[in-house]
């Protein structure tokens, strides 16, 4: 089984998280896309994140009527901050040698990963898909110097569009640049348009939203206005 794993606060997850699941996994082939809301993520500020409990739910929620997307607490059931490198192995273990797991990250997630724990090791344990973000260059991985060199002109086709996904082979795994139509919605932006009362119906799975306005989520600063 190929199992892509799909990491990520899903602060709340949203059309445009549900698109580039099913796009990663027709394209590369994989089985299935296994989401894993984070607990407290080591490169983020908690201030803004739902609680995770809620971000689970809404995730399992969103998910729930297709059989190729699944849902694992493996990071909200650990204590502490949630790093990478622990979830794989953990998962590794879970799921056997059957299974092989492909671990799914953005660009921008990717730019900052020399400073991840153990990147290095991270690397080798299975293979990686870079996934391309709206507003990001792919030729900006060519300096990382973790990443073996490669042609200034294959990131460039990447970029352009000319060619949808560039493998490297890195040591025993491989890389994989993967280049998905650009995604418009963002977590952000729905957080803001919900403090504010704007609609959000486009935005989101209908129950995901039903459930951002029973449990009153990310409206503390319409309370503050209100109060």
């Known amino acids: 089984m190929k199992l892509g794993l799909l990491g990520g606060s899903f602060n709340p997850v949203h059309h445009g998280h549900l698109a580039i699941a099913r796009q990663t996994r027709e394209a590369l082939g994989l089985d299935q896309i296994l989401f894993i809301p984070t607990s407290h993520p080591p490169h983020k500020p908690n201030g803004s994140l739902a609680p995770a409990q809620d971000r689970y739910e809404m995730v399992r929620l969103a998910i729930a009527s297709d059989p190729s997307l699944a849902i694992s607490d493996v990071e909200i059931r650990r204590p502490g901050k949630s790093y990478s490198i622990d979830t794989i192995r953990l998962l590794q273990q879970e799921h056997g040698a059957r299974t092989q797991l492909y671990f799914l990250i953005g660009l921008d997630a990717f730019l900052d990963f020399p400073s991840w724990r153990e990147p290095l090791t991270l690397l080798e344990l299975c293979p990686f898909v870079v996934l391309s973000r709206p507003g990001l260059s792919f030729r900006s991985l060519s300096t990382m110097a973790l990443l073996p060199p490669i042609p200034q002109s294959s990131l460039a086709d990447l970029d352009a569009g000319r060619i949808s996904q560039l493998e490297v082979s890195l040591g025993t795994q491989r890389l994989t640049y993967l280049q998905l139509p650009?995604?418009?919605?963002?977590?952000?932006?729905i957080r803001s348009r919900i403090r504010r009362g704007l609609p959000v119906a486009n935005l989101l799975p209908p129950l995901v939203e039903s459930y951002i306005l029973q449990h009153h989520l990310y409206q503390?600063?319409?309370d503050r206005t209100n109060s």
Request: charged share 35%.
């Open 220 to 222: 503390e600063d319409r």
């Open 182 to 189: 650009p995604c418009t919605v963002s977590a952000s932006d």
